[in-house]
């Protein structure tokens, strides 16, 4: 069974920095995607960013293209999103993900609890 526990959330103004992370155990992610979401108070939770364990190959939705950088970490088994340049409206829940590549394509079935960040204008 795959375990997943985001921490890194936080208060930041907008204009600085936050990197979140999320341990992952469980199993062997080698044939995984991991990805991050967000979800805003009355909103629906949406994509962020995605990874592709093996490859590291990267997605990104284009709200925070150039500002995010997602990666992953082999030996500690954590999933990294750096945040830069943060505005408000990035406010919410972030909640990582993780499910194999052979599942339905921008599905997944494994969830972390979340954690909140906050952008202050």
């Known amino acids: 069974q795959v375990q997943l526990v985001e921490s890194g959330g936080g208060l930041v103004q907008a204009g600085g920095s936050l990197t979140l992370s999320c341990a992952v155990s469980?199993?062997?992610?080698?044939?995984?995607?991991m990805g991050w979401f967000r979800q805003a108070p009355g909103k629906e939770r949406e994509f962020v960013a995605r990874?592709?364990?093996?490859?590291?190959?990267?997605y990104y939705a284009d709200s925070v293209k150039g500002r995010f950088t997602i990666s992953r970490d082999n030996v500690k088994n954590t999933v990294y999103l750096q945040m830069n340049s943060l505005k408000p409206e990035d406010t919410a829940v972030y909640y990582c993900?993780?499910?194999?590549?052979?599942?339905?394509?921008?599905?997944?079935?494994?969830w972390g609890q979340g954690t909140q960040v906050t952008v202050s204008s």
């Open positions: 990874i592709t364990w093996s490859s590291g190959l990267t």
């Open positions: 993900a993780a499910d194999l590549i052979t599942y339905r394509p921008g599905e997944f079935r494994s």
């Open positions: 469980g199993r062997t992610f080698s044939n995984y995607h």
